[in-house]
């Protein structure tokens, strides 16, 4: 088996790999049928809601906020604006069935700082790693250049003492 052979093989090998990954394209999450806020009824104070049962399933319900709460399964829930989340302009509530305080993005935020879990002082110490690993190639390129230089100027300082060869 000559190399043009193989190269061939590893080429078709390489097409089919394309062709299943353009035909595998990712499913779009939606929201299940009738539990999507229209523009009017979010005017209205509706929401959609996530409700996580104790088995881990979850169920989507809509329901309407009076007075900064909500009943869902005949129990009163808090529905302030800081528990409501947004997804595609669809105000969205995430509630765990065995709380009867619905899931808060800024309450979360706040813990991970307090916890020191949050990924935002990693994002800036890595960059802070690439900017220095970039200035150290820079020294290295500049020694190299005075290195050379002087190989150099001492080449001509040596011909110029034996006379250059002539």
Not at 84 to 101: A, D, F, G, Q, T
Not at 102 to 120: F, I, V
Request: proline fraction near 4%; hydrophobic fraction near 35%; charged fraction near 25%.
């Amino acid at each position: 088996m000559g190399i043009n052979e193989e190269l061939s093989q590893i080429k078709e090998m390489l097409a089919e790999t394309r062709e299943k990954d353009k035909v595998k394209k990712e499913k779009k999450f939606k929201l299940p049928f009738g539990k999507k806020v229209s523009k009017t009824q979010s005017r209205k104070n509706y929401v959609t809601i996530m409700k996580i049962n104790e088995n881990g399933s979850v169920d989507f319900i809509k329901e309407q906020i009076n007075n900064q709460s909500l009943t869902v399964d005949g129990i009163p829930r808090l529905a302030t604006a800081d528990y409501v989340l947004r997804w595609k302009n669809n105000p969205l509530l995430i509630i765990p069935s065995w709380s009867v305080e619905p899931y808060s993005p800024a309450e979360q935020y706040r813990q991970s700082l307090n916890d020191g879990s949050n990924t935002k002082g990693y994002a800036i110490l890595m960059e802070r790693m690439a900017s220095e690993k970039i200035s150290q190639k820079k020294q290295m390129g500049n020694m190299l250049k005075w290195i050379l230089g002087v190989g150099l100027v001492a080449i001509i300082a040596y011909a110029f003492i034996t006379g250059g060869g002539a």
